[in-house]
T-cell receptor
Framework: DAGVTQSPTHLIKTRGQHVTLRCSPI?????VSWYQQVLGQGPQFIFQYYEKEERGRGNFPDRFSARQFPNYSSELNVNALLLGDSALYLC????????????FGDGTRLSIL | KQEVTQIPAALSVPEGENLVLNCSFT??????LQWFRQDPGKGLTSLLLIQSSQREQTSGRLNASLDKSSGRSTLYIAASQPGDSATYLCAVWSRDDKIIFGKGTRLHILP
């Protein structure tokens, strides 16, 4: 079975642009979570979606938004990119809610110039 | 506000030794605690998940314990191997539906 897949793997943008990152969960998983990981730090929680509804939100500005589609895939959108948004963006899926093990993709490396 | 701390930040041990990684958290109202490993430039691989009602979980050479009342978890690695070299992260799911990660312990096993 395929694991969590994320696209693209790498992305370069300039300040002020907009970016969309995509995530496909493991087949049968209904929950998707997004994380930002800056070099040398642990991942920071951005959003969790379950059954297409937002279940949790971390301390990120409104420039960050996400959604989950009927097939349980998800998109993370970031507007008005800042240099500080440069990071590895990780997606994880689980069968249902936070009591289930999280399975991570390899992430999208976003660089802002 | 939940905070997760991992000590030490980095650790080097000779191959074959047993070792313990530590994780502490400030709020005991958690769903579960999960240990991950992360190789450079990669995503996270789940190692063990301990539900809030459990005290420990074992998988092969790994054993994780949870003491919710004291806000502590340990990851025990037996008979370490060079392939165990990675960053080890612990994360807690709090009951406000947020997951908080520690900064990780960078482990280097010396051949």
């Amino acid at each position: 079975d395929a694991g969590v897949t994320q696209s693209p793997t790498h992305l370069i943008k300039t300040r002020g642009q907009h970016v969309t990152l995509r995530c496909s969960p493991i087949s049968g998983h209904k929950s998707v979570s997004w994380y930002q990981q800056v070099l040398g730090q642990g991942p920071q929680f951005i959003f969790q979606y379950y059954e297409k509804e937002e279940r949790g939100r971390g301390n990120f500005p409104d420039r960050f938004s996400a959604r989950q589609f009927p097939n349980y895939s998800s998109e993370l959108n970031v507007n008005a990119l800042l240099l500080g948004d440069s990071a590895l963006y990780l997606c994880a899926s689980s069968l249902s809610g936070p009591w289930q093990p999280q399975h991570f993709g390899d992430g999208t490396r976003l660089s802002i110039l | 506000k939940q905070e997760v701390t991992q000590i030490p930040a980095a650790l080097s041990v000779p191959e074959g030794e047993n070792l313990v990684l530590n994780c502490s958290f400030t709020d005991s109202a958690i769903y579960n605690l999960q240990w991950f490993r992360q190789d450079p430039g990669k995503g996270l691989t789940s190692l063990l998940l301990i539900q809030s009602s459990q005290r420990e979980q074992t998988s092969g050479r790994l054993n994780a314990s949870l003491d919710k009342s004291s806000g502590r978890s340990t990851l025990y690695i037996a008979a370490s191997q060079p392939g165990d070299s990675a960053t080890y992260l612990c994360a807690v799911w709090s009951r406000d539906d947020k997951i908080i990660f520690g900064k990780g312990t960078r482990l280097h096993i010396l051949p």
